[in-house]
């Protein structure tokens, strides 16, 4: 018997740096880096889509990502505003789905009940959750939502499609919808973890979905693979 859609995760795109873009207009459209300090020789821990376009991630110094992309701009980080903003996205959200987890600052699930769990449905409810943030918490405030038969899935769906995504993914999706993506964008999966698959002869998604528990376990070394 097929699994049945149960979960949603909702993924905010590029967190701190779209609050900073909600709060100040003169940012919107350009690209940002969030640091903890005002130093060059720090590390960004946010970047908007602007600034990745230039190759600026989370973790490349700052003066690195100037050299990358001079029109950067560098912007310290606000705690306050990030926490605000995120109680603020909990509050809307819950009133389209029930809350299940919090799972980060910028990520939290919600389960599907009832009739709400056929295709059509959850596709709508998704819509309408994404619809009443930018409409009730801001208009830069734009999300990944993911859809799927379990948690995990769910959110790997939200990097099937960024930004401003809705990927739904049912049982008669499985595995074929996940070949393309890259490795490390399943949970679990960082550079490191990816070597570790590689040495197992394991180098794209098709191969990790179609091998055993067993041999994913080996390759991950641990649990988390099975």
């Known amino acids: 018997m097929a699994r049945p859609l149960k979960w949603v995760f909702l993924d905010v795109n590029s967190y701190f740096a779209t609050v900073e873009q909600q709060l100040r207009p003169e940012l919107r459209g350009r690209p940002v880096a969030i640091a903890p300090v005002d130093a060059e020789t720090t590390f960004c821990i946010a970047a908007s889509y ?5 190759g600026v991630r989370t973790g ?9 992309c001079p029109e950067l701009v560098v912007v310290p980080t606000r705690t306050d505003a990030y926490v605000h903003f995120h109680r603020r996205i909990v ?5 389209v789905l029930p809350l299940d987890k919090v799972c980060s600052i910028d990520e939290m699930r919600f389960t599907l009940l009832g009739k709400e769990r056929e295709p059509d449905a959850a596709r709508k409810i998704a819509a309408e959750m994404k619809r009443r943030i930018l409409r009730d918490v801001g208009s830069e405030m734009r999300c990944s ?19 401003d995504g809705l990927v739904v993914l049912t049982a008669d999706d499985l595995p074929h919808a996940l070949h393309r993506l890259d490795l490390m964008a399943f949970t679990g999966i960082n550079r490191g973890m990816r070597a570790r698959l590689h040495a197992a002869g394991i180098f794209d998604a098709e191969r990790l979905c179609s091998v055993s528990r067993s041999e994913l376990r080996g390759a991950f070394r641990s649990v988390l693979g099975e």
């Open 145 to 163: 939502v993911g859809v799927a038969p379990n948690h995990y899935l769910a959110k790997v769906a939200t990097e099937m499609q960024k930004p």
């Open 91 to 95: 509050e809307v959200a819950s009133t």
């Open 60 to 68: 490349t110094m700052v003066r690195v990502a100037r050299d990358l």
């Open 50 to 54: 602007e600034a990745k376009a230039y």
